[in-house]
C-alpha cells in the first residue's frame, strides 16, 4: 500500500515568476488534499483533469486525487501569472479553466505534449519552459501590486489607506490593480499573506502564540479565528490528515 507524497522544486529560469515546482502523488486509497489560499495562481496538470490554469482561492477547498494519480503545478507569485495568462485573476477567482478553453490550439498542444511526456521530470520542464517563453513576450509584473504584495507580507495589518498613501497612489487605484492581478483586495491579500506566514512559522516547530505574534495577529485567538475563516480548520488540524 503506497503512500501520499508531495515534493517542490525550483523554478530554474522562471524565479522572477514563480515560486515553486511541485508534484502531488497519491497513495493506493487516493488523497484528498486541503488547498489554503495563498495569493497565488497556478499551472497545474494532472492525469484525471488535464492542463488547467487554476486562480487564487478566497477560501479553502479539498482536491482529490485517484489512486495512484499524479498533479504537477508551477505556482507563480502573487500578481505574477495575469501577464503570463493573459487574463486577469478576478476572472479565475476561485476557478480553474482548461488550458484549451483558455488557449485555444497552443493549450491544448501543451496539454497534449504533457501527456505524453517520458514522466515527471520531463512534465517539469515543459511547462516551465512554456511559461519562460510567454515570459519572454509578456510585460513584467504590475510594479505597484509587487510593491504592495511586498509590504503587506511584512505588515499585513496596514490598513488600506496607509499603503495606498505609501505607495503614492490613490486608494481606489490601488485597490483596482491587486484586484486585477492577485484576484482579491489588498485587505484580504494582507489577511491571506499572514495565515501563510504563520502556518510557515508552525511548520518549522514554532509554537501557536509565537507563531501567531511573529506573522503580526493580535494574539492565538485572533489566529485561530482567521484560520477557520480562511483554511476551514484551526490551526492544529491544517496539516492533519484527516483534516
Known amino acids: 500500500m503506497g503512500a501520499s507524497s508531495y515534493v517542490e522544486y525550483e523554478p530554474a529560469g522562471l524565479e522572477r515568476w514563480a515560486e515553486c515546482v511541485w508534484e502531488r502523488r497519491a497513495g493506493a486509497s487516493g488523497e484528498v488534499a486541503r488547498v489554503i489560499p ?40 502573487p500578481g505574477c501569472a495575469p501577464p503570463l495568462f493573459g487574463v486577469s485573476a478576478e476572472a479565475l477567482r476561485d476557478a480553474g479553466l482548461a488550458a484549451a478553453d483558455l ?100 511548520q518549522t516547530g514554532t509554537g501557536l502564540a509565537e507563531a501567531a505574534f511573529g506573522a503580526g495577529y493580535v494574539d492565538q485567538a485572533h489566529f485561530t479565528n482567521d484560520c477557520r475563516d480562511l483554511a476551514g480548520v484551526p490551526p492544529t488540524s491544517v496539516f492533519s490528515k484527516t483534516a
Request: glycine share 8%.
Open 103 to 202: 488557449w485555444g490550439d497552443e493549450g491544448r498542444r501543451l496539454e497534449e505534449r504533457v501527456a505524453h511526456a517520458p514522466g515527471a521530470r520531463a512534465r517539469r520542464l515543459l511547462l516551465l519552459g512554456w511559461l519562460e517563453e510567454r515570459a519572454r513576450r509578456a510585460r513584467g509584473p504590475d510594479p505597484l501590486v509587487r510593491a504592495a504584495a511586498r509590504s503587506l507580507c511584512l505588515a499585513p495589518e496596514t490598513r488600506v489607506a496607509a499603503l495606498a498613501r505609501d505607495m503614492g497612489v490613490a486608494e481606489r487605484r490601488l485597490r483596482r490593480r491587486v484586484v486585477s492581478q492577485v484576484g482579491y483586495g489588498p485587505k484580504r491579500l494582507g489577511r491571506v499573506l499572514r495565515l501563510r506566514r504563520a502556518l510557515a512559522e508552525i
Open 38 to 77: 495563498d495569493a497565488c495562481m497556478d499551472l497545474v496538470w494532472s492525469t484525471s483533469a488535464g492542463l488547467t490554469a487554476v486562480g487564487p482561492n478566497t477560501t479553502a477547498f479539498l482536491a482529490a486525487l485517484p489512486a495512484r494519480a499524479s498533479a504537477l503545478g508551477v505556482r507563480l507569485q
